[in-house]
């Protein structure tokens, strides 16, 4: 299977910071990349699909990028709301996997 | 909206059974696969499986075959059995609503854009 490695694995930041956030796939999953984000004791959340593409309803100051095996999320300035755990999960191949994910906590 | 439910305990070698609730999109909509996900405590994320409305399943190997999951048109759920658990099977299980389609640049979709909150299954004597 293909395995994600995200980095860092916490990162402590405050509001209005930018941050970016890195995931490394072991092998070509193309553009077939998402991200979520995780606040605790709440459903995960679609950020990014296809590597860039953000889902319905998610602000412009996220945004993704890369393809192949090295992919970044980039949230322009952070809000307070945005502090949650972040994963990264592959869909070019069965079965999908997730990275480990990368908490964002405030600083 | 997706909401799971099932015991938070289960005793070793015995079967783990979960329902996912779906209120709004309904489960027999093509395009969309629903799956199970779940998270160790301390862990990432593993897709377990998935079903489509035809009951077309795929599941992971790493479960080696222990997993069964099943859908319910009429009430609009889908089902996770798990058998013959043990501690290691101590996880979240989320269920969530999984693209199935080619999106408008021709590039395919199997993320997941619907989730359910979560249901905590310790498995203990």
């Known amino acids: 299977e293909i395995v994600l490695t995200q980095s860092p694995g916490t990162l402590s930041l405050s509001p209005g910071e930018r941050v970016t956030i890195s995931c490394r796939t072991s092998?070509?999953?193309?553009?077939?990349l998402a991200w979520y984000q995780h606040r605790p004791g709440q459903a995960p959340r679609l950020l990014i699909y296809g590597a860039s593409s953000r889902a319905s309803g998610i602000p412009d100051r996220f945004s993704g990028n890369g393809s192949g095996t090295d992919f970044t999320l980039t949230i322009s300035r952070l809000e307070p709301e945005d502090f949650a755990v972040f994963y990264c999960q592959q869909y070019g191949t069965s079965p999908y996997t997730f990275g480990q994910g990368t908490k964002l906590e405030i600083k | 909206q997706l909401q799971e439910s099932g015991p938070g305990l289960v005793k070793p070698s015995e079967t783990l059974s979960l329902t996912c609730s779906v209120s709004g999109p309904s489960v027999s909509t093509s395009g969309y696969y629903w799956a199970w996900i779940r998270q160790p405590p301390g862990k990432g994320l593993e897709w377990i499986g998935k079903?489509?409305?035809?009951?077309?399943?795929y599941y992971n190997p790493s479960l080696k075959s222990r997993g069964t999951i099943s859908i319910d048109m009429s009430k609009n759920q889908i089902s996770l059995n798990l058998r013959s658990v043990t501690a290691a099977d101590t996880a979240i299980y989320f269920c969530a609503r999984q693209q199935d389609y080619y999106d408008s640049t021709g590039y395919y979709r199997a993320d997941f854009d619907y989730w359910g909150r979560g249901t905590l299954v310790t498995v203990s004597s």
């Open positions: 092998q070509s999953v193309n553009i077939y």
């Open positions: 079903i489509y409305y035809s009951g077309m399943t």
